[in-house]
């Protein structure tokens, strides 16, 4: 019988325990892991030549990464995080006193304090309450009034695992007149986005969770349309035309994304980082979504058998790689107690905004979650007696 794409993916993890925490940290696949060996033994002999293959390299992760979302690679700048992604725009953007942008209150802070941070300039932030641990596109448009110039959003809420309506809320926004930012980090890997045909104007994700990268490395897009009017808030040599030049007077600003760069990248974490969506592209959307389906339900079976009460979303269009469970009865300061157990077994799961969350990746297995049901099977015994 021949390999599957996921067990073709599971022979690059070296992986000791089980990991459940994907919408955490994830582990790296055995090329990213070497492509940080192969840069840093090149670095350290040969500086020079290592720092401009690298300009290439980066150069050349644009364009893949431009090719994965269906836009162009002078549309793609390097980051460190999906926090500067996020600060890069609300601190450029064309804000005047009195405008306003609306987000869900529920946003993990990346998506939250770069917006507060703008109130000293006359800017209000707008915090729309989840009903169900759901953000219906209706609630948003509920929210918006004359004032309002930006909709900032998670594809994927980092507490309960709901799935924005991102279609949809791009078509409310086209109508408004908005500009549509989308913080990416807890969907893109498993989950697509075509931001252009979505109507997203600007998207920003870390590369260290599902995109299975290092830390200290992720990217922004910016639709090209918006580049004249994101002012960059950081310059430096590398935001110009021709930066190699090292001019002393002041060139044109770059133009491509890379003028939001400002100064020099980090090879090694860029080389990585295309490694990494390599690794995730050698399967395709439809066969991503079937298979995070089938890993999220048989989670979602096993919990329920032992009495859990499920939080995340399951239905169509709202459901993601994250389970967010309760339970019944047990305090929120008990929980780490219980995280610390499955550690103890192997196993390594989350709570956030008291929920117990587990995120499977494509090459975790249904043995994976056999191993995870064992475990609560025991953990709750004894805490039971």
Request: aromatic letters at 8%.
């Amino acid at each position: 019988m021949s390999e599957t794409v996921w067990e073709r993916m599971r022979r690059e993890m070296r992986l000791p325990n089980l990991h459940l925490d994907h919408a955490g940290v994830s582990p790296w696949p055995d090329r990213t892991r070497q492509a940080i060996v192969d840069w840093a033994e090149r670095a350290a002999i040969d500086p020079i030549g290592t720092s401009y293959s690298g300009y290439q390299r980066a150069d050349q992760v644009r364009m893949e990464l431009g090719d994965w979302l269906g836009v162009t690679a002078g549309e793609i700048c390097f980051t460190r995080n999906t926090t500067e992604g996020l600060t890069l725009v609300a601190e450029g953007f064309p804000w005047q006193p009195g405008d306003s942008v609306l987000v869900p209150a529920d946003e993990y802070p990346t998506n939250l304090h770069p917006w507060r941070h703008l109130r000293s300039r006359g800017v209000s932030v707008r915090e729309v309450v989840s009903i169900g641990n759901r953000i219906p596109v209706d609630r948003l448009g509920g929210a918006i009034d004359s004032s309002t110039r930006m909709v900032s959003i998670s594809q994927v809420q980092y507490g309960t695992g709901f799935q924005a309506d991102l279609a949809e809320l791009g078509k409310l926004c086209e109508r408004r007149g908005l500009f549509l930012m989308v913080d990416a980090i807890q969907g893109l890997g498993p989950f697509s986005l075509r931001p252009r045909e979505l109507g997203i104007h600007g998207v920003a994700c870390g590369g260290s969770k599902w995109l299975m990268g290092p830390q200290g490395i992720g990217f922004l897009y910016l639709d090209a349309a918006w580049r004249d009017r994101v002012r960059p808030s950081s310059v430096g040599w590398h935001s110009v035309e021709e930066p190699f030049r090292f001019r002393h007077e002041f060139p044109p600003l770059a133009a491509s994304s890379k003028r939001y760069e400002g100064g020099t990248i980090n090879p090694g974490l860029v080389s990585a980082l295309g490694h990494s969506v390599a690794f995730l592209r050698q399967a395709g959307p439809a066969e991503w979504r079937q298979r995070i389906r089938f890993l999220t339900d048989r989670i979602v079976q096993a919990l329920e058998s032992l009495g859990l009460e499920i939080v995340s979303p399951r239905e169509e269009g709202a459901w993601s790689g994250i389970v967010a469970s309760k339970i019944p009865g047990l305090a929120a300061e008990a929980y780490p107690d219980l995280l610390k157990k499955l550690r103890d077994r192997g196993i390594t799961a989350n709570f956030r905004m008291g929920n117990l969350r587990f995120s499977p990746h494509g090459y975790n297995n249904e043995g994976d979650i056999d191993h995870l049901t064992e475990a609560l099977v025991g953990i709750l015994a004894g805490s039971r007696r």
